[in-house]
């Protein structure tokens, strides 16, 4: 079965890069340019992973994490974080809002995919 | 992965098909009482001779403009061009569209024959005089049974300077 | 995989041009002395996705640029920092140091690394400033290490921390004592972490001076040990990490995380991790096994509190957009374009069917007609783009320029909603910079003065844009000087220009357009050297506008550009010479009549001119300019529609009016050339091509036969 992957990013480049990246690998992707954007169509695709960055307007990705968290089908589904390697403060609070994992930004599309495979296979 | 596979499967043959085309097929056209051909592959296309719009100080054998599905584009009379007199227009005239230099331009001729393919050995070149176009815009002279065929390097034609269909910079 | 990469390069240098813009005009109007939180953050951010993007993308210069913004505003808006004006003035610089960059990527041009190193300095020099202030300002202890500095920052800023939050419940503090190898880890990351410890409870730096990068802390603290070991373990490979409990008794209970396996080097340079216990984590790093369900109490814990910060993020309202290229719009254009020829064709022929028996397909038509028109405008609307994305860069050019000449100017800005077309806004940005520039080199005074005329120190620049009839009106205006009447004129003299004391204001205004004209006292290198305003004359006529000026001496001037909505689109009316048709636009025609016989008057022989309303106007004879064979040869027997361009009249003379029309432009050149006399082309309900007239040009040349 398709694994559907929602990514979530205010840069349209870096979004696109990751959308072309996994679907290349064969995942469903779909982009949402915001926390807001992300909850909505949190709510109507049938997510196995989100991959998201913190740093956005309207909702960043702290909250995302939060309010997804909150979200019976999201409470067991991975959810990895997009920061900037300065980001330790960054990371201990998005450990705090439930999220799986991180990658750090700049990240090359091999690494993001060997990340992704690790925590859905 | 599957285009490069199939991309990889392809390109010899290509490769050999070009080397074997030695080859060329032009359009051959009537004009007065010789025979022109011009390279297919600048051919767009052909149509019938209708409602043009006249251009202010335009070269006479300039004829005008004409709308091809939204495009302006222009029309040149190779007649009176090659000083072959006016044309009648009537329901054989027809005019050639071309694809040269980037630019969409129509030829105006007396009646358009058929394509031919000539082999290397039938081209012949150019001599010294006998054309009432200036030898530099022709490529050769190509022999079909008894016909000769005069062939045009109309890429060169249209873009040079004489015909003023593109802006020389020097204006 | 890098090949992959580049096809994104397009987006992101579209979106990093984007982001910088919306920096630079938060940075604006940042007030210095109550900055906006949303703002900063809103900087903050920008600074951030522009980093984020130029890393993934290999644009290192960009990367580092974007990285030392960054610190320096995270500070700013963790208020960790006050802003200050030079810090404005850094950023600003740093932004356009980031556009050069971007253009250097492009292939646009090249950024000067020199550059970008003073300003990367200059931002480090701002950073570190405040830290040094903080360590002055609190007595240092004891340890420290000489070759890293940061650790005394951190052991000085730690005292007041531990005095300030002096925690509430002492008993349940315990005491550890933490031990790591930090010799790899940068300044930046160790700067993080020992705050973050630091957020725990109270931290004691006990790191010695011959410490070579090995670091013992000892830090009291609610927390609980796991805590301590996930702040840490993000940075610290968990090989060179050791925690151990001091209890209060001093009774040295030992328990280590020490994990016993060769040194696999550095986590601080992994890339991706996973949190032990959370959600779906994979079983993979070294802590996952260890302690899952404590991890998940500690868990619990923090999100409640960091809950409560991330609420306070309000949305603000964004409107949703898709991208989509200029080509798609254009060709998507020319096809509503194409269909509404189709549709003008099909209403022709259908106007000689028996509207009686072909009742259904009539009204069949006039609904096409009408959703064709609908279809245009929707699509034309879609290159339409707000004259904002022009003014927006103005403020900055304002804000420079008047520093430099020592002058105080306010710029204001109304309608900046107003469209245009895309093409246009490309085009108008030039002149109007031009237009700005010299409004405040030129007009306003400088403050001694404007306050001897009475007037405020400050001097005022107001920008407009708004739409008249067909057309957009933008207003560049100033309360400045005004133009002086007597000076243009002498100076025209001097230029040897055709001038006189009996020329009307607008006529002397119009002056300054003129090739080498300056009128500055002196030449500053602002406005140059009389060198562009008649640059921008031309640029603006090139767009089919025109300039006019109003002005009054000491109160002021304005100069109103006005613009074709659309280049793509013109209202024209249809004439006809012989059996040709042409299309004049509408917005030059003031009337059409037809004359008396005794109106017209030849002057030596050659030239006609016609007397309308008192005025005599030139007569342009259209068969005669395009060699064609009119129906009427006699003036008074044709029409004669007045033209207006660039302030002077001619009559034009044609056969006979057809109708108005709104006309698609095409142009002539794409694939034939330039015809004088003519700016374009397009094509008639009935397929025919028809010629645009270039009105202005018509008019310039029928005046020159009478000068």
Redesign the interface.
Known sequence: MTKTILAVDDSASIRQMVAFTLKGAGYEVIQAVDGQDALDKANVHNVNLVLTDINMPRMDGLKLLETLRNLTHYKTIPILMLTTESDNEIKAKGRAAGATGWLVKPFDPTRLLEVIAKVIG | MSQIQSVATVSPSSIESVKSEVTNEFLTFRLGAEEYGVDILKVQEIRGYDAITQIANAPVFVKGVINLRGVIVPIVDMRIKFGLGEAEYDQFTVVIILNVAGRVVGIVVDAVSDVISLEQEQLRPTPGMGSIIDTEYIMGLGTLDERMLILIDIEKLMASSAMGLIESGFN | ??A??E???E??FE?SSELLADMEACLLRLDVNSPDLEDLN?I??AA??I????????FTDM?EMTHML??LLDKLRKGELEVRSEMIDAFLKAGDVIKDQLAGHRGEGQADPKLAEEVCEELKRLCEETQTLSSESVKSVETKSEEIPISESISSTSEIISEQLSPTDDSANETYRIEFNGSDLAE??LT??M??LRSLGNLDNLTSETGKGHYQLRLRTNKSEEDIW??LA??VDPGNLKIEKESTEKKPEVKSHHVEEPKQHSS?T??????PG?????I?TPSAGQQPAENSKS?SQ??S???T???A?A??S?T?SI?VSVEKVDQMI?LV??LV?TQAMLAQTASQLDPVVFEKLLSGLNQLERNTRDLQESVMSIRMMPISFVFSRYPRVVRDLAAKLNKRVELRTIGENTELDKGLIEKIADPLTHLVRNSLDHGIEVAEKRIAAGKPAQGTITLSAFHQGGSIVIEVSDDGAGLNREKILEKARERGLPVHDGMTDQEVWLLIFEAGFSTAEKITDVSGRGVGMDVVKRNIQSMGGRIDIESALGVGTRMSIRLPLTLAILDGLSVAVGD?MFIVPLNNITESLQPSAEDIKTVSGEGRLVQVRGEYLPVIALHE????RPKVTDVHRGILVILEAENQKAALFVDDLIGQHQVVI?????????????SG?T?MG??????ILDTAALVMASQQEFV
Do not use: C, W
């Not at chain 3, 009935?686 to 010629?691: F, I, R």
């Open positions: 995989m890098s992959d990469l096809q994104f390069y987006i992101f979106e809103a903050f951010r951030h996705s980093k984020g993007g130029a890393g993934t993308f290999g990367t960054e610190t930046s990351v993080h972490l705050s973050n996930e702040t993000f940075v601080i992994a890339d991706y991790g996973f949190f959370a959600p779906a984590a994979p993979e868990d923090i999100a509190k960091s809950q910060k991330a609420t993020a949305p603000a964004e949703s991208r020319n374009g194409e020829i040709q300019i395009f060699n064609l095409k142009s002539l050149e794409s694939n034939y050339r330039r015809v004088q006399g003519v082309a094509i009935d397929g025919k091509v028809a010629l």
